[in-house]
C-alpha cells in the first residue's frame, strides 16, 4: 500500500499562482491531479508517466499548469499559474500502482492510489 501526501494549498488572488506537492511512500507508475468542487464530480486536471516523458493535461488548465515529477522522491508537483476563480477546488493527487493502459490516465478508475486532498481557493 502507497500512502500519498500533498501538501502546497492555500488562497491566493486570481492571476497567481501556488505550486503542489505529493510524495508517495513507495514506487508508483503514471501519477496525476485530479480536482472537485462542491456540488461537482472528481475531474481530471494533468497526468505524468513515470518517466516523465508523456504529460497531459484538461483543456481548461492546459497552458496554464504544468505536472513534473521527482522519481528519486517519488513525488509529483502541480505548478499552477494563471490562477481562475473557477481552478477553486480540492485538488487530489493519485498514483497507479501498476502500469495501466495509458487511455486510463484521465479516468479516476486508472488509479489505484490516492491523497486526502488539498484545498486551494482563488479569490476574485
Known amino acids: 500500500q502507497v500512502q500519498l501526501v500533498e501538501s502546497g494549498g492555500g488562497l491566493v488572488q486570481a492571476g497567481g499562482s501556488l505550486r503542489l506537492s505529493c510524495e508517495a511512500s513507495?514506487?508508483?507508475?503514471?501519477m496525476g491531479w485530479f480536482r472537485q468542487a462542491p456540488g461537482k464530480e472528481r475531474e481530471f486536471v494533468a497526468a505524468?508517466?513515470?518517466?516523465?516523458?508523456?504529460?497531459t493535461y484538461a483543456d481548461s488548465v492546459h497552458g496554464r499548469f504544468t505536472i513534473f515529477r521527482n522519481n528519486a522522491k517519488n513525488a509529483v508537483y502541480l505548478q499552477m499559474n494563471s490562477l481562475k476563480h473557477e481552478d477553486t477546488a480540492v485538488y487530489y493527487c493519485?498514483?497507479?500502482?501498476?502500469?495501466?493502459?495509458?487511455?486510463?490516465?484521465?479516468?479516476?478508475?486508472?488509479?489505484?492510489?490516492w491523497g486526502q486532498g488539498t484545498q486551494v481557493t482563488i479569490s476574485s
Open positions: 513507495g514506487r508508483t507508475f503514471t
Open positions: 493519485a498514483a497507479q500502482g501498476v502500469s495501466r493502459d495509458i487511455v486510463l490516465r484521465s479516468s479516476p478508475r486508472g488509479y489505484d492510489y
Open positions: 505524468i508517466t513515470w518517466s516523465g516523458g508523456l504529460t
